[in-house]
């Protein structure tokens, strides 16, 4: 397997110089990027965005629709599906949120009661004066936490509309990226035919092999998160119809739609739950309910779920993938966490070839 997935440079005996070159682009290459991401994040975007997009284009095309119209009508119900959500959710986030303001003196009250039966038991055990005071510097906490997370949040939305950088964020994410988009899978498949002609002769077939083997992987990735996804989404539904939370299907299907990153999709779904639970006054057992199903749920994604459904199938350990995200996320932030199983997908299809090559040549 080795030598047909490798130039045939890199299987002579002594290929080390050829390595250091194109470990040395691939650096280069790493470190423009980074210092510019920025400005290239859109483009990066578009075009991931029109690989994504290219086989229902392709569909499309086959049953003899135009090719241009056809990426044009995928990315406008991408775009309307998008635009849906958003208007559902923004709205639904600001009542919850008003009620949530309105009501801050009998939630608080509320959360007092709840306790009262905690601190009844701990005062057998310290003393009534103490948690008096424990009582009373709750009270006051409370209150300074609140008025600190209104403010802050307050101060973030000002910044976010007010700040010149951030509209123009926004307009080169609702714009740039759609179009980019549209003219990349328009345009992709003279995009490949002009990129498959550069490809040096004697290289070409292994390197057309090796694009091959990371495309395969790529699908195998996006049917395994559709699949866990899908599962999440189903899961969270439930859990909350059967504890009655309100919003239960709403909150379910944000909670699953958004686990295809990690970690942001589950802090999303609980601060919307625990919102909701909140501005609704729902009992003390409704929170113990909502952090148990979250609890029980990460376990579930992150030990079976995802391993078995993700990892499997594009070859990964549970392990590298949990590397993978930690690595990935401590290097480029956000970004990094979002594209962790992609990357390490496309990482772990480039490698299996130089592991063959590495046996063959030297154990």
Known sequence: MGKDLLPPLLNRPNPYKLWLVLAGIICLLSYVFYHISS????????????????????ALERIGVNRSLSAGVVI???????????????PFLKDEFLKILKSYPVLQERFLTILDPLMDALGKIAGDK??????????NSFGNIFQWVIENLASMLTQSLT???????????????????FYAVSEWPKIISTLDGLLPKLYAPIIRRNIANVDKTLGHYARG??????????????????IDLPHALFTGFIT???????????FIGFVLAMTIALSNFISMFHLIAIMVIFGTFILLDGYFLTPRLIGDRIGLHPAFLIFALLALGSWFGFLGIMFALPLAAVISALLKPLIS???LNFT
């Open 76 to 90: 406008i119900c991408v775009l309307m599906f998008l635009g849906l959500l958003l208007l559902e959710a923004l």
């Open 39 to 58: 400005i290239t994040f859109p483009f990066f975007a578009g075009l991931i965005g029109a690989y994504i997009f290219n086989k229902p284009v392709n």
């Open 163 to 181: 700040s010149g950088l951030a509209i123009a964020n926004i307009i080169s994410l609702v714009v740039l990226i759609p179009l980019i988009m």
């Open 357 to 359: 090559w590495y046996k």
């Open 130 to 139: 103490k948690i008096l005071d424990l009582k009373t510097q709750f009270s």
């Open 225 to 242: 998160q559709l699949i866990v996804s899908a599962l999440l989404i189903l899961l969270y539904s439930i859990a909350f119809l059967i």
């Open 256 to 266: 699953g739609f958004f686990s295809f990153i990690p970690y942001i999709g589950v």
